[in-house]
């Protein structure tokens, strides 16, 4: 039986202290461990995330073994938010395992339903457990952000005609690519004329014409100019984790296992409309420290995003009809989002902005030059470079 949620004068809004935080993280490994212990890989993310988005350091170095109905009992004075968020990241823990043991699904199935806890992503994790990846692929959809997706959920993205599903193109729209063509023309330093830098590096295309992205993924590139993200795999991995966490609306954590499902695992092939797989880049570097340090800070910067002219502590940042915001200078609107700069530690870690070296792919530093040779224009980079190997 789940731990019943608390009522209104017993529940616990305050965060987490130094005991209890230990206690949720010794907890989040219980239920995700790999069944021979802990990987290298989920210690790190774990402790990571859990220090950076409690401000506690969490050391899960000999964690003891807690049974659902323990750790259940451990939150009962938690909301279901709460409660929520901490099953995602047991998900997200066992999404990193490559196999994923049906006995880990299993597991982390048993957590959440302890803690009464309905999360969609543990079904999308006992399918890649059962090897039905395809079905998972489905589970995205029919439980994640896009679930309820209309036709006509069009308005902040600007296009002329109704999108099926949420991850259509848009590729026969003049009107809305001469929108984003015309960010070309706002003054330097406005967040509209950051987005047009950014595709023109790229030689991204716009979106409206062929070979562009989805409208709806399109939405994402002006948070890595927002966020200073650049636009290299692992810059994704952060982005979408600042995403997730902005948004109150629990489906959005499927955004984040499903860019690590896509460049970790490899258990999704495509999806988004756009994106392929290319796995290991979440455990790539210093054994995964560093874009476990990258990923913690951005689920952090995401937490703590408010936005000042509305009162909303949940920012939905893909349905944002950012052409409103255009010409404002970018640093207004990290202001009007409260949106905090990242981390030193995750600079150290290799966080790149869109601007600097690692900040780019080789692949989009080549298509940019093409780009612009077919235009009959100079190259410019605005900066980026692509990181020397090491």
Known sequence: MPVPLPGPDEVLLTRPSAEEAQAVAVGLAAAAAHPDGLTDLQRILLEAVTTALTDHPIDLAGAGPV?????????????LEFRTRVVQLMVLGA???RPLPAEVAARVEAFAAALGVDEGMVAVARRFAAGSLGLAAVDFQRNGYTRDWAPGDRHELHTSQALAQAWDLAVHDPTLAAQWAA???????TLGRGVWQLYA???FVFPGLPGSAPPLLAQH??????????????AELEVFSLIARANDDMRAFSLMAMVVSLFETGYLRRAAGLFQYDPGHLSG?????DMAVRVADAMTRGAWCHDNETGADSIDFLRIDWFALADRPVDEVRDLFSLRPRSAGAVTA???TPWEPGGISPFQLSSGREAAARAGR???SFGAEVTPPV
């Open 285 to 289: 570097g210093s054994a995964g420290r």
């Open 378 to 380: 100079p190259y410019d």
């Open 67 to 79: 049974t659902p109905d323990e750790f259940a009992g451990l939150l009962r004075r938690r909301s």
């Open 183 to 189: 960010l070309e023309d706002l003054p330097a330093g």
């Open 201 to 203: 590096a790229r030689g």
């Open 221 to 234: 590139d002006w948070v890595h100019v927002l966020a200073d993200y650049g636009t290299t795999v692992e």
């Open 350 to 352: 290799g966080s790149a």
């Open 95 to 97: 999404l990193v395992l």
